[in-house]
């Protein structure tokens, strides 16, 4: 028999609640009938009328309710007594509970904890109650697609301004603080963190983070064109801070599609000042060798290759490092007879500083403006034509850069100061006997201001060569200089050393991921309900287009904020 | 130019003015511009051939009053050839419930702001049944009003006087805790008012007999104080008006054909004249046996200024007694402010509503929020028979046409360059 019957003894209801619950079962898929009364004679007498009066409901008492549902089969008369209470949930009244409120500031006030609006409407007014966010300092995340790149571009700078995240546009999976967002899979929590910039790569790692047995601190999503160079990674260069930043963090792994290279090496560069492994799949990019080889990022080819990696690198992960605040005396001097060394100087130094001017710069942006004086991150080739008139080449007279050295030494903000010295024939015949005196002073003209003054020095020649090499080295090493034999190693150590020195430039963006997940949900109702379901707090908005939808009229309004 | 900063120097001018009751006096002494040709009225401006039947009545009623016709054939007459001008009471510093007919020889409540300085004056209102305000003009709505002239004015004055004035804002905000919502009940009110006038009264009135009469007239009507909160409403609005670039709403208003706005930063102050209009709505309620809503006229009176400062249908939540209007429940009334906080700029920092934890009520309308959200002014309304001297034939809900604020919403933008 597919009737089934459900009595609730002692129940009380206003009999518009029982109607709207009638009309809620009827509409349940496999219901042909269904009886909601209470147990009176009369009611009884209805019910019998309908077929729906079966012997328990015959037993029911006057002040007993009566559930009677006639399905297609008896699974289908169970399922809907089953989803009585959630009925009944759903039209009870409150006071302000169920008042859903229509604006953003309305919701927050309902809601003042929620750090997130999530945005889910048609593209053409997601913009817009974006930036309605942003200016409230909550976090977005922005599910809609077809937002113009104007307004990510405009969203984004405005987002980190202000220290605020935009996932998205067009981002649908995100797990901020084991709470899932969008489309997201459940996984444990754990000590890996995530940016992405493809939904289901998103979705792919971290799953198999999870199938590994390890888990998820937070996965961020960025939308499909942050890694175009219009947008310049906005989102994921703070995303990557924030992961850098979080203690529970431990490995962090960064999937995209290949972005354009100016971005790449932007974010490889801010990859390699976190001081834990970062985790790289650039799908299709391919590393040049000295990346691949170099130890704080990695490369990983696939999807399941970067969990993998991730997984495995844990092990070796230090826990919860701290980030030096920037020191006052942070920047580099470098000091260079040898041109070609300069050159490569300033080419690998692009993977760990965003700027070095020089006398002679890879990017015009950053020449000197006067090559006796340095700015900010400096290298100077004294061997240029500039320093040459009238006087021998450094790498005979070292006069210019003892004097140079000096003035670098006395510069509060100098923290580190590089120079090399060409050993062989034809070049100076003892520079380190000038050269390291030179140095002993400029440490001390540093510490005597209260600064520790490292110096790396690149020593470019052989153990034939007519100087005397290993005494060369002894005599610098003695002055208390940091010496290495290959350029590229030495370079490498003092962009490391440098970008320790300066903080790690990391993106401004708030943290506030440990707090209690809470947000605003303006849009799709499934994706508050999901968040419910995660007992993860929210309020809906009901929400709808401002002015009707009006573009004369909302265009007006936009310009009339604030 | 920040209009967040302009709408909330007004709304802090509306929410600090001090409006008191101070006496009552007659029409052509007190009121600014009176003269002996001019009648004010409710709402908008309006002309005798869009004017509705209740108008039509009260302004035949008020020129009766003032022995200058003697029927509406007259009245029309006068009217239309000029002879009679007419005016908004909103254009002399006055509101009047219904039609708000207001003539040069009529008694008004008198309030002064002791905030900012400036004055309002609203009519005394006349009870139920047929009445002038719902376009009725018999001869025993002709008495009626010549003994509230003549008796009740002249008392009420004295009392007032007596006990040197009455702090309106006071008494309002404590009958926002005993159930009243400040326009269609104001059942507490009316008992505070009753309360604080009776002393004075009895001492004040020539007989004992007359101390009765008076003291009846304002405990049998529960809209005894509706005209003095209207008038310290207006008070309160003319002192918010005229805010350089502001966007918050001063006056809502209805003449029976047209509903009309003012906004701060759009015109000058109190007395200017611009407003934004759209056609009035028919308000949705409840209605007394034998009628229905076939026999109501057009949205009317110039009660609305209880909303525009933030009480009225916005303090729905504090007056759960009558969302029988509605057909609705009390979980109703709460929403019914909750959703006016939506388009309102603050909250107010004296009226407030127990239900919602003492929060204030929601105060400022800002027409960017309007147009944006969608959500227009809600207001709890009498309605009126559409035939002159029926009188009041229900209560109910109304909405403001939208219109009138996206009009608003593009002058002001013209107005300010952000076009």
Not at chain 2, 313 to 326: D, L
Not at chain 2, 399 to 407: G, I, K, N, V
Request: net charge negative.
């Amino acid at each position: 028999m597919p009737i089934q019957t459900q009595l609730r003894h002692g129940a009380y209801y206003d009999s518009v609640v029982l109607m709207q619950l009638q009309a809620a079962l009827s509409q349940l898929s496999g219901v042909q009938n269904v009886g909601v009364m209470m147990g009176t004679p009369a009611n009884k007498a209805l019910l019998a009328q309908s077929g729906l009066l079966t012997p328990e409901a015959e037993s029911a008492a006057p002040d007993d309710l009566i559930i009677s549902v006639l399905g297609k089969n008896a699974d289908d008369s169970q399922n809907a007594l089953a989803q009585v209470d959630s009925l009944l949930m759903k039209r009870s009244t409150g006071t302000e509970g169920d008042y859903l409120p229509q604006s953003l500031p309305a919701a927050a006030k309902a809601l003042p904890s929620a750090q997130w609006v999530l945005v889910s409407v048609p593209g053409r007014y997601a913009a817009d109650v974006a930036r309605d966010a942003l200016n409230m300092g909550k976090h977005v995340f922005l599910y809609s697609d077809n937002v113009s790149l104007a307004d990510e571009i405009e969203l984004k700078q405005s987002a980190t301004a202000k220290g605020l995240l935009v996932m998205g546009p067009d981002c649908g999976t995100a797990i901020i603080n084991g709470v899932g967002l969008g489309f997201a899979n459940r996984v444990r929590r754990g000590p890996i963190g995530v940016v992405g910039a493809s939904g289901t790569g998103l979705q792919q790692v971290t799953s198999r983070i999870h199938q590994l047995g390890s888990g998820i601190s937070h996965a961020m999503g960025t939308g499909g064109r942050d890694l175009k160079a219009d947008v310049g990674a906005l989102t994921a260069r703070q995303a990557l801070s924030l992961l850098a930043n979080d203690p529970q963090t431990q490995v962090i792994v960064l999937i995209s599609k290949p972005p354009a290279p100016a971005v790449a090496q932007e974010l490889l560069r801010l990859a390699r000042t976190i001081p834990k492994p970062v985790v790289v799949n650039f799908i299709g990019y391919q590393p040049n060798e000295s990346e691949a080889s170099d130890g704080s990022v990695w490369f990983a080819r696939t999807l399941d290759g970067a969990a993998q990696l991730a997984v495995n690198l844990l092990s070796s992960a230090t826990p919860a490092v701290t980030i030096p605040a920037p020191a006052h005396a942070r920047y580099l001097r470098g000091l260079f007879s040898g041109g070609t060394l300069a050159y490569e100087a300033l080419l690998i130094l692009q993977d760990y500083l965003p700027s070095v001017y020089s006398n002679a710069p890879l990017d015009k942006r950053y020449q000197l403006s006067n090559s006796l004086v340095s700015q900010e991150h400096t290298i100077v080739d004294l061997g240029e034509d500039e320093f040459t008139v009238g006087r021998l080449h450094p790498m005979l007279d070292n006069t210019l850069r003892l004097h140079r050295l000096a003035q670098e030494a006395a510069d509060p903000q100098v923290g580190l100061i590089l120079l090399d010295v060409v050993l062989g024939d034809g070049a100076h015949p003892n520079p380190a006997s000038e050269i390291a005196p030179a140095i002993e002073k400029a440490k001390e003209t540093a510490r005597a201001d209260g600064r520790d003054l490292p110096v790396v020095v690149v020593v470019c020649g052989t153990d034939e060569d007519p100087q005397n090499m290993a005494e060369q080295i002894a005599l610098l090493e003695a002055a208390g200089a940091q010496v290495f034999s290959n350029n590229e190693t030495a370079i490498r150590h003092v962009g490391e050393c440098v970008q320790k020195l300066g903080g790690l430039g990391l993106a401004n963006v708030q943290n506030n991921l440990d707090q209690p997940f809470a947000a605003l949900n303006v849009g799709l109702e499934s994706f508050a309900q999901s968040l419910q379901t995660q007992s993860a707090a929210v309020q809906h908005l009901n929400w709808r287009p401002p002015a009707g939808g009006n573009d004369k009229l909302m265009a007006l309004l936009r310009k009339m904020k604030g | 130019m920040n209009i967040d900063s302009a709408n909330t120097e007004t709304t802090t001018r509306m929410m600090s003015a001090r409006p008191m009751l101070v006496g009552t006096a007659t029409t052509r002494d007190v009121i600014p511009g009176m003269t002996d040709d001019l009648l004010l009225h409710a709402g908008p401006p309006i002309t005798w051939e869009r004017a509705s039947g209740p108008m039509r009545g009260a302004i035949t009623g008020a020129l009766i009053f003032e022995g200058k016709a003697t029927d509406m054939v007259g009245a029309a007459e006068l009217v239309q050839s000029g002879k009679i001008r007419l005016h908004p009471c909103h254009h002399h510093a006055t509101v009047g419930p219904m039609a708000g007919v207001t003539s040069p020889s009529m008694s008004v409540y008198v309030l002064e702001n002791a905030v900012h300085g400036n004055r309002s004056f609203s009519n005394i209102n006349e009870g139920y049944g047929k009445v002038l305000r719902y376009g009725a003009y018999s001869e025993e709505v002709l008495d009626r009003l010549r003994w509230l002239n003549d008796v009740l004015g002249k008392v009420l004055n004295n009392a007032l006087q007596g006990m040197g004035g009455l702090d309106m804002k006071a008494l309002m905000a404590e009958a926002l805790h005993m159930g009243d919502e400040g326009h269609n009940r104001n059942k507490a009110a009316s008992v505070l008012y009753l309360k604080a006038l009776a002393p004075h009264i009895a001492r004040s009135a020539p007989d004992s007999e007359t101390a009765a009469q008076v003291l009846q007239a304002l405990g049998d009507n529960a809209l005894a104080v509706l005209n003095p909160v209207m008038a310290a409403g207006k008070a309160m609005a003319d002192a918010a008006q005229g805010v350089q670039g502001s966007t918050i709403v001063t006056v809502m208003a209805r003449n029976g054909t047209d509903f009309g706005i003012r906004v701060s930063g759009i015109g000058g102050k109190g007395t200017d004249t611009r407003w934004f209009t759209g056609p009035v709505g028919h308000p949705k309620g409840l209605y007394f046996p034998n009628f229905t809503a076939e026999d109501g006229s057009g949205d009317i009176g110039d009660s609305t200024i209880t909303e525009s400062i933030g009480i009225g249908g916005f303090a729905m939540a504090a007056a759960p007694a009558i969302v029988t209007f509605v057909s609705g429940s009390p979980s109703d009334a709460v929403k019914a402010t909750l959703e006016m906080y939506e388009i309102c700029h603050t909250e107010h920092n004296a009226f407030t509503i127990p239900q919602l934890e003492f929060r204030g009520t929601p105060t400022g309308i800002d027409i960017r929020k309007v147009v944006e959200t969608g959500i227009t002014p809600r207001i709890n309304t009498g309605i009126a028979h559409k035939n002159a001297g029926v009188g009041q034939i229900g209560a109910g809900l109304v909405r403001p046409p939208m219109s009138a604020f996206e009009d608003a919403l593009m002058a002001y933008a013209k107005q300010y360059g952000f076009e």
